[in-house]
């Protein structure tokens, strides 16, 4: 029902707590077909200054990888560059 509307549940300049319940909503909405557009956008997320919402944001990318196994080693990948990452600064591009 509302996976036409996916993109009204990204992330723009919304508070803390309505960003925290549109990322749990997108990682309810995810699937084969929307999970790359899902999965870049999440990874916009994890450059925010907001750590409450960094950290929600990966688990939410944990939550789409437990629900759609297929995307498991992308976002595992992808989890593990940005920890690499961390040290040197820079964010990587995951899913480009």
């Known amino acids: 029902m509302f996976l036409p509307y996916v993109k009204e549940f990204f992330v723009k300049s919304d508070p803390t707590f309505s960003a925290l319940l549109k990322l749990e909503i997108l990682t309810h909405l995810i699937d084969e077909d929307n999970a790359s557009m899902i999965l870049k956008e999440l990874q916009t997320y994890v450059r925010l200054p907001d750590p ?14 437990l629900n759609i196994p297929s995307l498991m080693d992308s976002c595992l990948k992808g989890l593990m560059a940005l920890a690499r990452s961390r040290k040197s600064g820079e964010v990587p591009s995951w899913w480009a």
């Open 52 to 65: 409450q919402l960094v950290q929600a944001t990966i688990q939410a990318i944990g939550r789409c990888a």
